[in-house]
């Protein structure tokens, strides 16, 4: 077996196996047809130096918890990053997930944000960065992301079993990327999301109760 699929295997995720593996053969094709000598040899060696540097950053993405602590939000634990698919609200606008969400709010021209309706996370993001930021942005981006994090966990029932199902463990939004304004790196950060969820987490507990 290759050592990137052993590596891949060693993080106990069977989809992130299977995405792995069908990328893997979608590489193979491009560097066939690219005309490459030994294409399978090639391939193998890139994949293999991609999980060295992906193994290297593991701590970032171990699934956890440790010491009380879930600090990354891969795996088991994707459920609680704004990627996870679902279906959002904000602002009268149906999203496919949070960060589409949270990427439209960065504007208040309605015509721009449904764009974002259709998007995933990943283009949602990219396509969020070439926005013009609306003046009263870094006043209102922690309570727009409250609500929309809040409307996420509200409106899926299994989203909020899987939350709720965390108990009283520390959220951590772990990145290697540098984000330590919503999450931490390299143990420095301000960990925003994290305290949202947190914070959510503590409502919807309550109102269970209630």
């Known amino acids: 077996m290759s050592d990137w699929l052993n590596n891949i295997k060693s993080f106990g995720d069977p989809q992130l196996e299977l995405r792995a593996v069908k990328l893997f053969e979608e590489f193979k094709q491009v560097v066939v047809k690219a005309g490459v000598e030994n294409p399978d040899e090639f391939a193998e060696n890139m994949f293999d130096r991609i999980m060295h540097l992906y193994k290297s950053t593991e701590r970032v993405y171990t699934v956890g918890p440790h010491d009380g602590v879930i600090d990354s939000f891969f795996a088991k634990y994707r459920f609680l990053s704004n990627f996870e698919p679902c279906t959002v609200v904000y602002d009268g606008m149906t999203y496919s997930c949070s960060e589409a969400a949270y990427q439209a709010a960065k504007t208040t021209d309605v015509s721009l944000r449904i764009a974002f309706t259709t998007m995933n996370g990943s283009k ?86 209630g």
């Open 124 to 209: 949602a993001k990219y396509a969020g960065q070439k926005l013009t930021l609306r003046p009263d942005w870094n006043e209102v981006k922690v309570d727009v992301m409250y609500q929309i994090v809040k409307d996420k966990f509200s409106r899926n029932p299994e989203l909020r079993v899987k939350l709720l199902n965390t108990g009283n463990l520390e959220l951590i939004e772990g990145n290697y990327w540098g984000d330590k304004f919503w999450g931490v790196c390299n143990g420095v950060g301000e960990n925003h999301l994290g305290k949202i969820l947190m914070r959510v987490r503590k409502e919807l507990a309550e109102t269970a109760e």
